[in-house]
């Protein structure tokens, strides 16, 4: 084999590289814009800032605050170190929360009332009772806010989550607001 065979070879070996880049720009840049057009780049977007930035405060007693962290980390969808656990004691702590998760056996209907009425206004609010738990009046004042949704089983906790993480702005700044 002589230098101008080697150098025919990396010639088209580099011109396949480039072939390759080439097309996988087009693609992507297909899908950029298909995405935006659909109008899911943004939710998207926010749901992945979410997930890599916001803190998860979960206030329930400590059974109940065990297996809703364990469901929440074995979903994959918030980093374990994103979730901070909280007591009834510590509710002073959640005043720059952006995503809370409340039990309400735990703090009763005054404390989730204060609690949400206290909440930034884009701070996500779960609300997780027992089936029954929660009368008529006290979901009708639950249901003047923003972004609270309330939740009778532990297998809808994690789509509720999801559905606040996209629904609730956030920004880098807002990462400083969370306390630890």
Same mark, same amino acid.
């Given at each position: 084999m002589n230098m101008e065979e080697i150098g025919h070879m990396v010639n088209n070996v580099l011109g396949l590289i480039g072939n390759a880049? +080439?097309?996988?720009?087009?693609v992507l840049a297909v899908g950029f814009v298909a995405l935006s057009v659909m109008g899911l780049f943004r939710p998207a977007y926010r749901f992945g800032k979410g997930i890599a930035w916001k803190k998860v405060f979960i206030v329930a007693d400590s059974? +109940?605050?065990?297996?809703?962290k364990s469901d929440v980390v074995r979903s994959g969808i918030i980093k374990k170190r994103n979730i901070l656990e909280k007591t009834d004691g510590q509710i002073s702590d959640l005043a720059g929360a952006r995503l809370l998760v409340l039990e309400y056996g735990y703090l009763g209907a005054d404390r989730v009332q204060e609690i949400v009425s206290n909440k930034c206004s884009d701070c996500g609010v779960l609300v997780y009772a027992n089936p029954g738990e929660i009368d008529k009046k006290s979901l009708a004042k639950l249901n003047r806010f923003q972004h609270v949704s309330v939740v009778n089983f532990r297998g809808r906790l994690?789509?509720?989550?999801?559905?606040?993480?996209?629904?609730?702005s956030f920004a880098r700044k807002d990462v400083k607001n969370q306390e630890q």
């Open positions: 880049c +080439t097309a996988a720009m087009i059974n +109940t605050r065990q297996e809703l994690v789509n509720e989550i999801l559905l606040l993480l996209i629904s609730t």
